[in-house]
């Protein structure tokens, strides 16, 4: 797994992987993924909010088309954490080990979760955070942040999948969540050529019957009068 520490928008994918040294193992249709912290971690949702250093595991409980539910577990799975509504983002490039991104704290504050991407997919779960914490993540860190108006704290899950999502800038203003969420890649459209319904043989046909007839007018009329 790829874990980072951002130094900046942007690069968010570079240090932390060498600062710490985090374990992660994946199965396949809940994307549970494993996840060992060797710092503690900010995350959103429902429950608790900072994640001292060690293992947890990630699981992926709900997925719409645009949300995703996420939990996260203690390590043998007998206490679930937190649980997060995320909004589906996507990269260019997979790799076959989980990523996942932060984003840049002050020093001495934990790193909030960002995004987490399952190995092999181009599709991953981008976290929201509530407004009030989203704002002042956005200003701390100079770009937008995935947000909602609802209040997490004790939220039922059926709250998160009928939340409202939106983004805020660094200045507080509601902005489009595109600028925060990567879209899915374009399909090509593929245009079928449409089946020839008749052949040009009888046109053909009719020009040499009218040449033809043309031909037999012309003899008659140059034909001397006796």
Partial sequence: MTLAKGLGTGLCLIVLGFLATPKAKADAW???TIVTF??????????????PAGTYVFKLLDS???RHIVQIFNQDETHV?????????????????????????????PQSLKTWFYPGRESGDHF?????????????????VLSTPAVLTDAPVDTLKTAPVEAVSPNGETVE????????????????????????????????????????GLLSVSKPRV
């Fill in 30 to 32: 809940d994307q549970k």
């Fill in 38 to 51: 060797s710092e503690p971690v900010e995350v959103p949702g429902v429950g608790q909010h900072l994640l």
């Fill in 64 to 66: 719409q088309s645009d």
């Fill in 81 to 109: 954490f937190t649980t997060i509504l995320a909004v589906p983002d996507y990269r260019l490039n997979t790799t076959d080990k989980t990523v996942i991104t932060f984003r840049e704290a002050p020093a001495g504050q």
């Fill in 128 to 144: 929201v955070y509530e407004r009030s914490r989203a704002i002042e993540l956005a200003k701390q860190n100079d770009e937008a």
């Fill in 177 to 216: 969540t595109a600028q925060v969420v990567q879209a899915p890649p374009a399909k090509p459209v593929l245009v079928a050529s449409l089946p020839r319904t008749a052949s040009y043989l009888p046109l053909i046909g009719l020009v040499g019957l009218l040449s033809l007839c043309a031909g037999f």
